[in-house]
């Protein structure tokens, strides 16, 4: 999450952590990284779930491919007139 970054970034390079502005960012950086946890988290899971199944159901409709019928060899006789 892009805001968890920069939430960061600002309080990395704050001059002044004991400032009411820097105090803030931190609890907003607290509060993104619940937010992402416990949003975040379980939709990526669903969604590689959801990938997982796709793919299997891919590759089951892939097996059933049609067989090829092989034709029975037939001896043609030829004249020899050469």
């Known amino acids: 999450m892009v805001s968890v970054s920069c939430f960061t970034f ?8 004991l400032s ?3 105090q803030i960012d931190s609890g907003l950086l607290h509060i993104s990284e619940v937010m992402q946890m416990f949003v975040l988290g379980p939709r990526l899971v669903l969604s ?6 796709k793919l299997v159901a891919d590759s089951d409709a892939a097996t059933g491919m049609t067989t090829i019928a092989f034709e029975e060899r037939v001896h043609i006789s030829v004249g020899s007139s050469v």
Request: net charge negative.
């Open 10 to 17: 600002i309080l990395t390079f704050s001059a002044d952590t």
């Open 48 to 53: 590689i779930r959801e990938y997982h199944a």
């Open 20 to 22: 009411l502005e820097s």
